[in-house]
């Protein structure tokens, strides 16, 4: 059970190595789990049909700047 949009999400290739626990839970929950239906991120595309930044997190929240890949 994974999301569809896996392969072209940019938060899941940003974050999906990341030793981080919150970010590993989110990808837990939302890209390989249950809540991948309720995914803001999906949501943001469906709406805006184009992907939201990646330091959007699944939740709809911005990515705190000190767990940031790019900054
Ligand atoms: S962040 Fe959302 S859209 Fe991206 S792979 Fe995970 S569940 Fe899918």
Known sequence: MQCELLETCGFFKEYQGTLDLA???????YCKGPQMNECRRKEYRQAHGKPP?????????TMPKEYRKND
Do not use: D, Y
């Not at 930044?53 to 929240?61: C, H, K, R, S």
């Open 23 to 29: 970010c590993r839970g989110f990808i837990k929950t």
């Open 53 to 61: 930044v990646t330091e959007m997190m699944p939740n709809g929240q």
